[in-house]
């Protein structure tokens, strides 16, 4: 087959980063954090708390949203989604706290906010959440190996307490994706002004949802794939559009808060800042957006899968800009992030993609029956 040689590369190149990835943890453990990374106290915060921790939690949405439209929403007719979207919502989340692992000074101390509860810390808040909902997602994958090893009473059980799980889940979602906007909103002297916003939380959250809807249509196109004779095109068409009005409130709150504080202008200057911006918010936001609109494109699965992925990636993009890039360019301080620093970055990805692949080989994630 054609694929083959494709695959063979793959893998080598996949043995060769962990390799260096390891390494690099040694390396990091030993010596410390500056012996892979170039954050330092001007810029304590970097590609990884950037990509890993709020682009990571970002593309981690699709668990809450796809659980909340069946089973809150009670459109029982996604429910073929929830397998896939919630693995990869679990890993992703397993992906952050092993990001955070890394990047805190002191990784020994994660569980301190589990113990010592201070609850006027908005971190407090994140961290707590943060763990409680990777606690939900685990016990919402659990179904998956009751049904593998045949557990029906268990199997049984679980689909009667999924629906608490789901509300609990989507709570705690709901809190730590708008918290993570609020973390920011407390330091408006230090972020650039396109980026900052009073309403952060707010934005934060409905664009937590359009990537959450987006990895639906992107499980979606794989479960097509598998299962061909499978009608879902309606469902995905209905979805992609659902999509695009998200995002299009998430647009205009952007477009008038920035209206009203002054600084939509800036988006004209075509410095970095507002390039990173357009780039971001307009060829990766609304152009695949309002292309979701059109039944040409909507058709398309390839066509539809890039629109979805373009939007993942304007996203993910934001995240890295108003976590780092709008600390950088607000204080003028030099930074890039180190090789080993973008290799650790990449390998956390490249891990979730892994255990994902493995996972649906081993369990029925991608299955026609769901509990």
């Known amino acids: 087959m054609k694929s083959e040689p494709l695959i063979k590369i793959t893998k080598i190149f996949f043995i060769l980063l962990m390799i260096v990835f390891f390494f690099s943890l040694i390396k990091r453990y030993i010596f410390g954090l500056g012996a892979i990374s170039n954050l330092s106290d001007?810029?304590?915060?970097?590609?990884?708390?950037?990509?890993?921790?709020?682009?990571?939690?970002?593309?981690?949405?699709?668990?809450?949203v796809v659980t909340a439209v069946v089973y809150i929403?009670?459109?029982?007719?996604?429910?073929?989604?929830?397998?896939?979207?919630?693995?990869?919502?679990f890993l992703g989340y397993l992906m952050v706290i092993l990001a955070l692992l890394i990047d805190d000074g002191r990784?020994?101390?994660?569980?301190?906010?589990?113990?010592?509860?201070?609850?006027?810390?908005?971190?407090?808040?994140?961290?707590?959440?943060?763990?409680?909902?990777?606690t939900v997602l685990f016990l919402e994958f659990l179904p998956l190996v009751w049904e593998k090893m045949g557990?029906?009473?268990?199997?049984?059980?679980?689909?009667?307490?999924?629906?608490?799980?789901v509300f609990v889940g989507v709570i705690l979602s709901t809190l730590h994706q708008s918290s993570l906007g609020t973390l920011l909103v407390i330091v408006p002297q230090k972020i650039h002004p396109i980026w900052?916003?009073?309403?952060?939380?707010?934005?934060?959250?409905?664009?937590?949802?359009?990537?959450?809807?987006?990895?639906?249509?992107?499980?979606?196109?794989?479960?097509?794939?598998?299962?061909?004779?499978?009608?879902?095109?309606?469902?995905?068409?209905?979805?992609?559009?659902?999509?695009?009005?998200?995002?299009?409130?998430?647009f205009i709150l952007k477009i008038i808060e920035l209206y009203q504080r002054g600084f939509l202008k800036d988006i004209f200057v075509f410095d970095i800042a507002s390039s990173l911006f357009v780039v971001e918010f307009f060829v990766l936001g609304l152009i695949p957006a309002t292309a979701l609109f059109f039944k040409k494109a909507v058709n398309s699965k390839k066509t539809l899968f890039g629109l979805n992925l373009a939007l993942v990636?304007?996203?993910?993009?934001?995240?890295?800009?108003?976590?780092?890039?709008?600390?950088?360019?607000?204080?003028?301080?030099?930074?890039?992030?180190?090789?080993?620093?973008?290799?650790?970055?990449?390998?956390?990805?490249?891990?979730?993609?892994?255990?994902?692949?493995?996972?649906?080989?081993?369990?029925?994630?991608?299955?026609?029956?769901?509990?």
Request: aromatic share 18%; glycine share 4%.
């Open 196 to 250: 900052y916003s009073p309403i952060l939380p707010i934005l934060f959250f409905f664009s937590a949802v359009v990537v959450g809807l987006c990895a639906t249509n992107i499980i979606a196109f794989i479960y097509s794939n598998k299962f061909p004779e499978e009608k879902i095109s309606p469902l995905v068409q209905r979805l992609a559009k659902s999509t695009g009005v998200v995002f299009y409130v998430y």
């Open 151 to 165: 557990f029906k009473k268990a199997l049984k059980f679980w689909s009667w307490l999924t629906p608490a799980l």
């Open 73 to 89: 929403f009670n459109l029982k007719k996604y429910k073929v989604f929830v397998r896939p979207v919630v693995l990869t919502s």
């Open 313 to 371: 990636c304007g996203i993910f993009l934001n995240r890295i800009n108003v976590s780092v890039i709008a600390f950088q360019l607000k204080s003028n301080i030099d930074y890039f992030p180190h090789f080993l620093e973008i290799v650790v970055s990449f390998s956390i990805f490249a891990i979730a993609v892994y255990l994902f692949i493995v996972i649906a080989k081993i369990l029925p994630v991608f299955s026609k029956e769901t509990t």
């Open 42 to 64: 001007d810029m304590p915060w970097g590609l990884w708390k950037g990509a890993n921790l709020f682009g990571g939690v970002a593309l981690a949405a699709g668990g809450f």
């Open 107 to 134: 990784p020994w101390n994660i569980f301190m906010p589990l113990i010592f509860w201070n609850t006027k810390s908005v971190m407090w808040e994140v961290a707590l959440c943060v763990a409680s909902y990777t």
